[in-house]
């Protein structure tokens, strides 16, 4: 069974840094590509960040330049390093992992991120 548990989420202050940590069982961690979501309270999911098993990454605009996305594979784990974080930032991040065909196919608990002063 495949499982993905967050964790590194908390409250920051604006333009300060976080990083969050997924990681995951019960899967060949490696050959597929793994993600981050996120839930703002009223909004609908969003895709964050996005990297492949050969580490290609994908960015939403409103994220670009300032998070980054990583992988380790011995560890099974993906991280999300986000910096100069904004309010509009706040939502609960959710950790994917895709499918062959590219659909989110399982997701972690999540963690909560708050920036606010």
């Known amino acids: 069974q495949v499982q993905l548990v967050e964790s590194g989420g908390g409250l920051v202050q604006p333009g300060g840094s976080l990083r969050l940590s997924c990681a995951a069982s019960?899967?060949?961690?490696?050959?597929?590509?793994m993600g981050w979501y996120r839930q703002a309270p009223g909004k609908q999911r969003e895709l964050v960040a996005r990297?492949?098993?050969?580490?290609?990454?994908y960015y939403a605009d409103s994220v670009k330049g300032r998070f980054t996305v990583s992988r380790d594979n011995a560890k099974n784990t993906v991280y999300l390093q986000m910096n100069s974080l904004k309010p509009d930032d706040t939502a609960v991040y959710y950790c994917?992992?895709?499918?062959?065909?590219?659909?989110?196919?399982?997701w972690g608990q999540g963690t909560q991120v708050t920036v606010s002063s």
């Open positions: 019960g899967t060949d961690f490696s050959i597929y590509a």
């Open positions: 994917v992992r895709f499918s062959p065909l590219n659909n989110p196919a399982y």
């Open positions: 990297i492949t098993s050969g580490t290609t990454t």
